[in-house]
């Protein structure tokens, strides 16, 4: 079983449409949660970590739901400058960091 | 304060030839990881060092593949006698101890071949 799993979509969603992806994670002894964002041959940049009580930045927020293993990213009013892939990551224990392979979201206008 | 260093950002190789990538964590950071990104495909873990140390290599292949990451300069990632199955993006992050995000170089877009 993977360490992390994401729904891969593609999601074609239109400009301000709300979107909500999900990941899952195996590892109970999961520790720190992170959403990062990659646009196309670049390289990943940190949207924002997860914190337990959930976290809201601006149009995004992040979830965690530790019973169930697992963490949600809710994006609000998307804009076509949303239009990447979004990687889930979890760290274990000291520092390894495990990523989910991403899902594509486009924006269309 | 720069961000994390790759170079090269290009680097294109024959079969048989060796494979030299290099990163410049930021500055204070003394952790470093290694992954590998096929075509539309997901980040590979392939190596962890701190200064001087391999901390986990387990996703690094047994043969052709080696890291460092000396006490002065870069962390290197080299591979011998490239092969086309190599040909990928390389990213490199740092960060500076535990409990921290990762963040990424730019990453080497190897080319075999």
């Known amino acids: 079983r993977k360490e992390v799993e994401q729904d891969p979509g593609p999601f074609n969603v239109p400009e301000g449409a709300t979107v909500a992806f999900n990941c899952t994670y195996s590892?109970?002894?999961?520790?720190?949660f992170f959403w990062y964002r990659q646009d196309c041959r670049k390289e990943p940049k940190l949207l924002m970590s997860v914190y337990s009580s959930g976290n809201e930045d601006g149009r995004f927020t992040a979830q965690l739901n530790r019973a169930s293993q697992y963490i949600s990213l809710l994006i609000r009013d998307s804009k076509l400058s949303d239009s990447a892939t979004y990687l889930c990551?979890?760290?274990?224990?000291?520092?390894?960091?495990?990523f989910g392979t991403g899902t594509s979201l486009t924006v269309i206008p | 304060n720069a961000g994390v260093m790759q170079n090269p950002r290009h680097l294109v190789r024959r079969r048989g030839q060796e494979a030299r990538l290099r990163c410049s964590p930021m500055?204070?950071?003394?952790?470093v990881y290694w992954y590998r990104q096929l075509p539309e495909e997901g980040l590979k873990f392939m190596v962890y060092?701190?200064?001087?140390?391999?901390?986990?290599e387990s996703g690094m292949p047994k043969e052709r593949f080696s890291a460092e990451f000396p006490k002065e300069g870069p962390s290197i990632l080299r591979i011998q006698q490239v092969v086309r199955g190599d040909s990928a993006a390389y990213f490199c992050a740092s960060l500076p101890g535990l409990n921290n995000e990762q963040f990424f170089g730019p990453g080497t877009r190897l080319t075999v071949l």
């Open positions: 060092l701190q200064k001087e140390n391999i901390i986990d």
């Open positions: 990551v979890v760290r274990v224990r000291g520092n390894q960091f495990y």
């Open positions: 500055k204070g950071h003394s952790h």
């Open positions: 590892n109970s002894a999961s520790q720190s």
